[in-house]
């Protein structure tokens, strides 16, 4: 593996993070004004710059969809 893509991996995993925090963020805040814009604004700007971690963001999509199956069947099952 060479250095680029050893640095891309956590990098696109920080920005899922922020995906994730910014999406519960709209949801979770009850805000008004310019105060309720900035989680969008996060969300907005981490989601432009998803793409230019390529390829390397897919490890990190991939291990955060099987945490959600897997908590998901986990409590189904409980």
């Known amino acids: 593996m060479d ?4 640095l891309l991996i956590p990098g696109g ?4 993070v ?4 910014s ?4 949801r979770l ?9 900035l989680p969008w604004i996060s969300l907005i ?5 998803l793409p230019f971690v390529g390829v390397a963001a897919i490890g990190s999509i991939l291990a955060s969809l099987t945490a959600l ?5 986990r409590r189904r099952y409980r």
Do not use: D, K, M, Q
């Open 18 to 21: 922020y995906i994730i925090g």
């Open 13 to 16: 995993a920080a920005i899922l």
């Open 45 to 49: 700007l981490s989601i432009v710059l």
């Open 3 to 6: 250095l680029e893509t050893a």
């Open 29 to 37: 805040l009850g805000e008004r004004g310019w105060r309720r814009a």
């Open 23 to 26: 999406a519960s963020g709209i």
């Open 69 to 73: 199956v897997y908590v998901r069947y």
